[in-house]
């Protein structure tokens, strides 16, 4: 970057083919940012520099890349790292789902899996997440698109960059799930209240969930529970602080329980409100919940 240009913000959609990049990207193109699909990590830097030049100046750059770009792992690495020398902070969106749900939409497009090759289609799909392994695993954000349609997952994408002005302040996504049902795979910190009393064995409290006043009152009137949520809310300030050094803009807190109806639900509600007092934009979801 020179003096005569300014530094966009610009975001990198990756991750499975199939988990939904496209619908990620027209959402972002629905929020006023300028969406280029397909890009070859090569040209990021030169789609920066373009993007910035003061006389049409694009604020906001939304980049889709994905395995057609081929040595897609070194050549993405090589240009985030060419970007971050020139003081550009790119974020990185994964967007991922379960094979289950990836050949399911692949067969209703009648398409093949662009890895898939002579193979199978479950091949194509092994072949890629392999790929994109340790990019996932650097990413800011990984979004587990597994059971939503793409109304929900524009809905996600809506509220994670809706009010975005790309400065690093965190935002909080807390979801409440049930270990019966398996772990969110976008989870970055997992908490386990299975060491809370299971209201499920009181037969009043059964049929409610955490967010019914008689459940919660019961989950946080546990010995252990108020102390957990004050040890761990000093524990998330920290990390909060560290992220924002770090330049972390999106972290995942998934809080389980057996079935993800009752303590979770509470303590999911109970650990986001205590994110928001210290004033991080916080959103909370409850994916088991109704499941039983």
Known sequence: MTSETKIPDIVIVTGMSGAGRSTAAKSLEDLDWFVVDNLPPGLL?????????VKDAVPRIAVVVD???????EDLHSSIAELEARGVHPRVV?????DADLVRRFESVRRPHPLQGDGRLVDGIARERELVREVRAEADLVIDTS????????????GFFGNDTGESSLRATVVSF???????????LVV?????????WVPELRPK???DTAVRDYVLGQRGAKEFLDAYAEVLRLLADGYEREGKHYVTLAVGCTGGKHRSVAMAEQISARLRDA????????????RE
Not at 280 to 285: L, P, R, Y
């Open 45 to 53: 830097a030169t789609m920066a520099d373009l993007g910035g030049r």
């Open 67 to 73: 395995v057609r770009s081929r040595a897609f792992t």
């Open 94 to 98: 994964f967007l991922e789902a379960s």
């Open 147 to 158: 059971g939503l349609n793409v109304h929900e997952l524009r809905n996600k994408i809506i």
């Open 178 to 188: 049930g270990y019966k049902y398996g772990l969110p795979v976008d989870a970055d």
């Open 192 to 200: 386990d209240c299975r060491f809370l009393p299971n209201p499920h």
């Open 209 to 211: 969930t955490g967010r």
């Open 279 to 290: 004033g991080i934009d916080v959103q909370v979801a409850h994916r088991d919940l109704g």
